[in-house]
């Protein structure tokens, strides 16, 4: 299975651009987006709206480490480091997602 969001750039509609990102932009949005997702969850509006707005979700997760990487972050480290992390917690892997990032 192939999966594939987009690393987002600006939008042409709203003039938003992706390249003058912010922390307080980010966290807006991602509490926006995580308010969609408990109305979607608790007024049962379907599986599909809920779908949506997880992904939605990990959209902005998705700016938010282009941010860290913009500000110097290996993000393959913070992803080996959180794996760890989550070994030593307990955690057995069912399933590897693995992410590639298309220039």
């Known amino acids: 299975m192939k999966l594939k969001l987009m690393i987002l750039d600006r939008n042409i509609k709203t003039l938003e651009n992706n390249d003058n990102d912010s922390w307080e932009k980010i966290s807006n949005k991602l509490e926006e987006e995580y308010l969609e997702v408990q109305e979607a969850i608790k ?13 939605d979700i990990i959209q902005v997760a998705i700016r938010g480490l282009v941010l860290l990487a913009k500000e ?14 989550l070994v030593n917690r307990g955690w057995k892997e069912k399933k590897i997602i693995n992410i590639f990032i298309k220039e």
């Open 43 to 55: 007024e049962d509006s379907g599986k599909l709206h809920v779908a949506e707005e997880l992904i």
């Open 72 to 85: 110097g972050f290996d993000i393959n480290k913070l992803f080996s480091r959180h794996n760890k992390k």
